[in-house]
């Protein structure tokens, strides 16, 4: 009598090329549509994960806050590591990051970063590890994926968007790309079956929050001038 | 250096351990000695002193006792010593020198005092040669590191920071160590020294070193955990932020707290990392994850799309800001925050 097929599939661990492999704890992204298409249903942990993108401002980090707000409510720490600009506190409250349990390291020398890296990863108390990275070679994210496998942490280097062209240790990397008011995410590797078209997330843009479009802009400063009486005053 | 052993010979198991024990520590720490074991803290400060002979075979030399008169009247031996009628002695070399051979019988009883480890540290090392990197410093600071752990186990603390001066031919340079949480394991403290040493640059080679702590804190009893044990957790966290710290300095590691300014420059500060904050400020407008330095732009550089929200603050401390600020679309289709003052337009953050 033969086992019925689905039988044989779960008492061997047999990979089915149709579904995204799950191979490692994951971190819930809190966008269904992400989840579904990555492996697993989230950002892995103890692995590499790259996102891609050229410039800051397209709502890379609007991608990564959600994950990291629910990690920071549950009491684990967070480290960004050579962050492009200043990360500002009220904003960072507001997108629901608890900042006591956020640390922020600056560093000069690229040496400095990648000898920093390896040291969050190496510690058992960092939970989510953000990191900037323009440039950085084959053999450097060999050893940073190496020192990520004995961590439990999210790893995420933000690389420039050419860096696709290159080979990566990484289990997962991300493209995203503006896309009107929402952020084209294109899955360029992951584990398990190739992703297919480019997702469209609608996230969460300021205008959206403000609720109002602006104003037509003023002509000279007689138009500010008239229109201060209407404006809200923070003083 | 008396120690009382009795009572630790179960502990060490037994006393051949334990000897072994105190030889190897005291090698580390770079120290000559001779041990000497009796029943009597006295008779044990004899034979250390006679390179550990038999009591009756030392030497009257190690007793202090008038060693002139002793060995004229043919006494070389604590063994002939201790044959001498005791009132002729006594009439002779007066009574201390039967109370002293009394108490190294354990005749009678010898009270001293416990020893009372100091409230700061310092040691000097004369180096064997003369050091020009800073990393060779490192293993001279291993020995009076060990010292220092030495110090402290017996004073039941820590340090939160401690100094390591760098004598040279002439000058010194001093080396300041903080750590995140009080310790006094030497494993930690030389791995944090370790690192503040390799970015240090010597102008001149080093002769000599000091290491100099004070302030000890004490240490709350704490046992290792498992992993997820939130205790281990901070610890753990406290060490990876002071080795940041060591190597990239004590500003490049910090954390974010919220503070009530409408400016957004000043909305925000720096704090130590894991300090909690419990103000909160809540933006009434949206605010940019990325802060910029605010950079002048042209008029035909963005496309507004919100806006505007005024911020008009700062007239008491001289840093008057009265500005419009616009949620606006720059041509490589990032979205930015500008702002209007006097006429000229400012990108100052980018929605990330």
């Not at chain 1, 390291?105 to 953000?130: G, M, N, P, Y």
Request: one cysteine or more; charged letters at 25%.
């Amino acid at each position: 009598m033969a086992a019925p097929l689905e039988d044989i599939l779960r008492q061997h661990p047999v990979w089915r090329g149709g579904a995204p492999a799950a191979f490692c704890p994951v971190l819930s992204t809190t966008y269904p549509d992400l989840d579904r298409a990555l492996p697993g249903g989230g950002w892995p942990t103890g692995v590499l994960t790259e996102l891609l993108c050229n410039h800051e401002g397209i709502g890379e980090l609007t991608l990564a806050l959600p994950a990291l707000a629910a990690l920071t409510w549950a009491g684990k720490r967070v480290v960004w590591l050579a962050p492009p600009h200043l990360p500002d506190a009220p904003a960072l409250a507001a997108a629901g990051v608890d900042l006591a349990q956020l640390a922020i390291v600056r560093t000069v020398a690229r040496r400095d970063a990648l000898w920093a890296a390896e040291q969050v990863l190496r510690a058992k108390s960092c939970h989510a590890f953000i990191a900037w990275f323009p440039r950085i070679a084959y053999e450097e994210l060999r050893r940073l994926a190496v020192a990520a496998e004995g961590s439990q942490a999210w790893v995420a280097f933000f690389r420039p968007r050419q860096a696709a062209a290159e080979s990566s240790p990484a289990a997962l990397r991300v493209a995203l790309e503006p896309d009107g008011d929402a952020l084209a995410v294109h899955i360029a590797k992951r584990r398990g079956a190739p992703a297919a078209a480019p997702l469209r997330l609608r996230i969460k843009r300021p205008f959206h929050a403000l609720g109002r479009t602006a104003l037509p802009r003023p002509a000279d400063a007689v138009a500010r001038a008239d229109r201060r009486m209407g404006l809200p005053v923070h003083a | 250096m008396l120690l009382e052993v009795q009572g630790s010979l179960r502990l060490y198991g037994g006393f051949a351990r334990l000897r072994e024990k105190l030889a190897a520590s005291l090698n580390e720490m770079g120290l000559g000695f001779s041990l000497g074991v009796a029943r009597t803290a006295r008779a044990a400060l004899w034979r250390s002193r006679g390179e550990g002979e038999r009591l009756e075979a030392l030497p009257v030399e190690v007793t202090g006792l008038d060693v002139e008169f002793l060995s004229s009247i043919g006494v070389t031996t604590v063994g002939a010593l201790l044959a001498l009628p005791r009132a002729g002695l006594a009439q002779r070399c007066g009574a201390q020198a039967i109370e002293a051979l009394d108490r190294a019988l354990g005749v009678a009883p010898e009270p001293r005092e416990f020893f009372a480890p100091p409230a700061r540290f310092n040691a000097k090392l004369e180096l064997p040669a003369e050091v020009t990197h800073a990393e060779g410093l490192y293993f001279g600071a291993r020995r009076l590191l060990v010292q220092l752990d030495g110090l402290l186990a017996a004073r039941h603390e820590g340090v939160h920071a401690f100094r390591l001066v760098l004598l040279h031919e002439s000058g010194s340079t001093c080396v300041e160590v903080n750590l995140a949480s009080a310790t006094r394991d030497a494993e930690r403290l030389g791995q944090v020294l370790r690192e503040r040493l390799s970015r240090t640059v010597l102008m001149q080679p080093v002769q000599a070193i000091v290491l100099e702590a004070g302030e000890f804190a004490s240490l709350a009893g704490s046992s290792a955990g498992m992993f997820g044990d939130p205790a281990f957790e901070s610890e753990d966290w406290a060490r990876l932020m002071e080795r940041l710290r060591a190597r990239l300095g004590h500003a490049a590691v910090y954390a974010l707290a919220a503070q009530a300014d409408h400016r957004p420059e000043h909305a925000w500060r720096r704090i130590e990392p894991g300090e909690w904050d419990p103000r909160e400020a809540a933006a009434p407008g949206p605010r940019p994850v990325w802060l910029l330095e605010a950079k002048r732009i042209g008029e035909q550089g963005f496309t507004l799309l919100a806006g505007p929200e005024r911020i008009e603050s700062g007239w008491w401390d001289g840093d008057d800001a009265r500005r419009d600020y616009f949620v606006a679309r720059l041509p490589d289709a990032s979205i930015a925050w500008v702002y209007r003052e006097d006429g000229e337009w400012y990108v100052h953050g980018l929605f990330a």
